[in-house]
């Protein structure tokens, strides 16, 4: 019997019993995981029950003349809960994420506890604080919710672009001393979350209102490599505040990475 212990910088509390993450056909056990507060445990134990198995076939065979492969399916079942939900597992997962396929679809329920934020409203602000658009949740049957992104190129609204825009040009030096010039975007958000159970409320609601940041170049360390620079982020935007004035806040911190 196998064990290995691991350390969470949050708590749960879990009993589940799952197929490898890695399986093939001579992998012949299950492992039991406990978790409890800060700390889960994986154990080793014997199988149980095996993964789903399903033969799929190339649609156009490769050069070796195998005609198709076994593509295996974990499943689990047992219970986590964490600080956000409890999450049920009675089956295959991941399945293929599909409400209209019940079958093949991640089998597993998630129940949110009644303080667990919901957001109810995402305002799109111009600079000088003013709402331009409001999206409310839950929202309606037919409703789709807009973002910048939506108004600026899905909708087409370029006289709104102008207004809602700020710009600001950025020249970044990394550690090795490499200069990097960079437009960036600036948008205005705010949004609003409430207790789910309690979200019709007006208390312990949580707002944060924020600057979207979005950079024509990446930026940072990482630019250039195959982890990706920074392009697109969000900063907080203080009442007392310019959206410019935020940025250049949030820069004064940023750490380059």
Sequence with gaps: MKVETYKHDYWQFALRIQTPYEYYDDTRHCLLNIGLFNWSWWITIPELFAPRKQWCKFST???????GYWDYTRREYGFMADKEALHI?????????????????D?????????????????????????????????KKGQSQIGWYDVFNVLKQSSVEVEAVRFVKLTHYTKDGTEQIAIIKLTGTEREWRPRWTSWLPFFKIVQRCVECDSDVELGEKAGSWKG?????????KHDETMEQAFWRWYAQWNGK
């Design 229 to 237: 620079g920074l392009m697109g982020w969000s900063c907080e935007w």
């Design 89 to 105: 597992h009675y089956g295959i997962q991941p399945g293929s994420w599909s409400r209209n396929d019940p079958e093949n679809s």
């Design 107 to 139: 089998h597993s329920k998630v129940y949110f506890w009644p303080w667990h934020p919901s957001i109810v409203r995402w305002d799109l602000l111009l600079p000088n604080g003013d709402v331009y658009h409001r999206n409310t949740y839950p929202l």
């Design 61 to 67: 065979p490769p050069a070796d003349g195998r005609e």
